[in-house]
């Protein structure tokens, strides 16, 4: 299936599966304010569990689910259940949406707890079960359409490979494993041997609604007469659009006015979860500046009343793609450090450009307090504000370090924008002293990067950085 088509797809589910999920919310509402004899038994079970607080008018409830919703949406995505064959098991379908509906639920009933909020428990159990059970229904009633479809040809994919035989191979096996995904393979053809009429022939002899080029050692000349023939048809043309062999990079095709434009791409591609991290940043930024300006401020004093030279270290790091950026820093160290630096780069702990001493003696004390507990990161958030960071990417490295990379590859960190903390942080931090370790985590992140991720780093920073964890 196409990712045009696997988007349609995913898009149309989650309407529908937002809406069943609305829909177990308001009948548990109304089985619970309006239990009549035939639903006072299930009522009773389910009110063993959670106490009997008077129920109120559904806009109360409302409220909780404008959240609980999308909540449920995006579990759904991140557990995979929008990436599952086109007819899934029925184990794996079970399985994801247990999970879903029970975190879902346990996050419903302990924001009630800690907002006090006077909801009845009933209503909230009840909506995991009712939602679950409805969602499976569609699925079986969707399972039963597709299966029907399949057996009639409706929602097959009935396709012609064409090009040669050492390009077709892989192409030949890999379709062969998507027979779940209702793509079948009709007939094969060489480019370099069947004529044209033969393809037309087959064309009508199978009745295929489309052809597959694999066409990467053949000639375009014989590419273009083939997908002309298929004009004529009215067929489909797949073209396998990969004439050249990326280890990395991602291939999508876009459209630079109006000019059919491939794309390579090693970085997370722009899409409405790059767009949120954005406000995420920007807004997240502004919040932790607001929450934590008591204790920059007493960072700010402490440093200007116990060491000579300005409160905030401002120094030139590498930012995206390595353009430069003046990053702030609480002053952790001497004046003189930067001047120091060679006399002690005989106790250089990191290998590769990165400099780091686990007892640096440029570090002021009230400094190594700062930096045991991140505080000195904390003007980083104005970085972030001005967009030259963001809250979670590979740390900004100085950009004399980043010009003795020495190994080119190390530079695909600073293809996204760097941020305040990222995997290695919460895998080490500086325990790590490796600097190729430090960069495959980095690159690990890019990826496999998705707004998920970013907020699983964030929760998994705030232990981190209480405890003070692998801090220099």
Known sequence: MLRQQRILRTRVHTIVDASLFALGFYIAFDLRSNADDIGLWLVNFFQMFGGNPGIQDFGAYSRYMLFT???????????????????????????????????????????TFLTKALLSRAVILMFGVFSFTLVMIKEELVRWWIRSGLEKGNFERRLILVGAAEDTAGLRQELAERDRHGIRILAELDVNEASLDLLVETIHETSANGVILAARHTYFGQLEKVIQACELEGLEVWLLADFFKTQISKTSVDDFYGRPMMVFRSTPE??????????????????LILLFSPIMAAAAVAVRLTSPGPVVFRQQRSGLNGRPFTMYKFRTMVTDAEQRKQELAAFNEMSGPVFKITRDPRITP???????????????????????????????????????????AHRRRLSVKPGLTCLWQISGRNNVCDFREWVRLD??????????????????????????????
């Open 69 to 111: 919703l999308p909540a449920a949406m995006v579990l759904l995505g991140a557990y995979g259940f929008y990436n599952r064959p086109l007819v899934p098991s029925r184990g794996q379908t079970a399985a994801t949406l247990f999970k879903t509906c029970a975190v879902i639920t346990v996050s419903f009933i302990i924001i």
């Open 366 to 408: 009230v400094g190594r307090g700062l930096r045991k507990f991140s505080i000195d990161e904390f003007p980083q958030l104005f970085n972030v504000l001005r967009g030259d960071m963001s809250l979670v990417g590979p740390r900004p490295l100085p950009v004399d370090e980043t010009r003795r990379f020495d190994d080119f």
């Open 270 to 287: 722009a899409t409405w979860e790059a767009a949120a991290k954005k406000v995420i940043d920007f807004l997240g930024a502004l919040a």
């Open 443 to 472: 690159l690990e992140y890019i990826d496999n990067w998705s707004l998920w991720l970013d907020l699983k780093i964030l929760f998994r920073t705030v232990p981190v950085v209480l405890l003070g964890s692998g801090a220099k």
